[in-house]
């Protein structure tokens, strides 16, 4: 469906034709160069931002995070906005907001061992928290002092989130770190179970709760950063995907997570098909998201309020 959707029409069978590179030229153009990488990155992106929502939920035992909460998304985007700013070619916007993502979250676990306090997670997320404000702020600085009529647009709509003009070496560059991040995190999907015990109770099971709690932020934050530095910033969907998956499979990591990939693969997917198909003006992921994800966190916050009294 995703293939032949668009302004320009192609029907099912001249879509598989065009993947084979047979058919017209326009239609072989349209659907190798144009909608297949679109397709393949949403289903990336989606698959990404959901499981990393999913770990960062579980690790900080707090159904409100997702893949921002360490700074990951402001950090990332705080680097290509500069990257932007500077006049750099796209790669180089790329690998500033791969950069900035992690570097966010260095400083978010650096800090962290700085303070000394018994509750390591709320460190984590208060100065996750903070970065990300400071990060958003000289975001803003940057749009002031950008160019209006050249580079403020670019910043804009690429912090708004967008798949237009991905091309398959792009694809291709995220795709090996987010399929390793995955398995990796499904094949700590038992010991990461066990975080949701309290840290000693963990300890106490054998698993090493500082070592695991590295790699499973490591892990989702590179994913995240690598999917944000092609993509721009997307939200929701590691907020909202998670719950759904956990309302239709429980919370044991070994349905959720990957109940949780395919969910946010398919709705990422579904979102970036109708921002193309509907109008002549493409509407930016991060509007529709929001528009999508809002409406329905807010009903679950209320049902789970109404079930509580």
């Known amino acids: 469906m995703s293939l032949t959707l668009g302004a320009y029409p192609v029907n099912l069978a001249d879509s598989l034709r065009a993947l084979l590179g047979h058919g017209d030229s326009m ?4 659907i190798q160069d144009i909608r297949l990488p679109r397709t393949l990155g949403a289903i990336l992106g989606g698959a990404a931002l959901a499981a990393a929502g999913t770990a960062y939920q579980m690790l900080f035992r707090n159904p409100l995070v997702s893949p921002d909460i360490l700074g990951v998304s402001s950090g990332a985007g705080l680097g290509a906005v500069l990257g932007l700013f500077l006049g750099l070619p796209m790669l180089g916007v790329q690998g500033l907001a791969f ?6 979250v260095l400083l978010v676990i650096a800090l962290g061992k700085a303070l000394q306090h018994t509750d390591k997670t709320l ?18 600085l940057l749009k002031i002092l950008a160019d209006p009529y050249d580079q403020l647009p670019a910043i804009t709509f690429w912090l708004l989130g967008s ?6 070496d792009e694809v291709w560059a995220i795709a090996p770190v987010v399929v390793f991040a995955c398995a990796a995190l499904y094949l700590l999907r038992w010991r990461m179970n ?37 993509t721009g910033v997307i939200g929701w969907i590691g907020l909202l995907i998670p719950h759904a998956a956990r309302l239709m499979v429980g919370p044991s990591l070994a349905r959720l997570l990957p109940v949780s990939i395919v ?22 992921l991060g509007i529709l ?17 109404g079930a509580a009294q």
């Open 194 to 230: 066990v975080l949701s015990l309290p840290e000693a109770e963990a300890q106490a099971l054998g698993v090493p709760v500082k070592p695991l709690r590295i790699a499973v932020i490591a892990l989702a934050t590179v994913m995240t950063s690598a999917v944000v530095s092609v």
């Open 123 to 140: 460190v984590l997320v208060l100065t996750g928290v903070v970065l990300g404000a400071l990060a958003g702020a000289l975001t803003s």
């Open 99 to 104: 950069a900035g993502g992690v570097l966010a």
């Open 163 to 168: 798949l237009s003009g991905l091309q398959m």
């Open 289 to 305: 998201t929001a528009l999508v994800g809002a409406p329905f966190f807010l009903g679950l916050l209320l049902k789970r309020a």
């Open 263 to 284: 969910l946010g693969a398919l709705f990422l997917l579904l979102v970036d098909t109708a921002s193309r198909s509907f109008g002549d003006v493409e509407v930016p």
């Open 27 to 30: 239609s072989v153009q349209v």
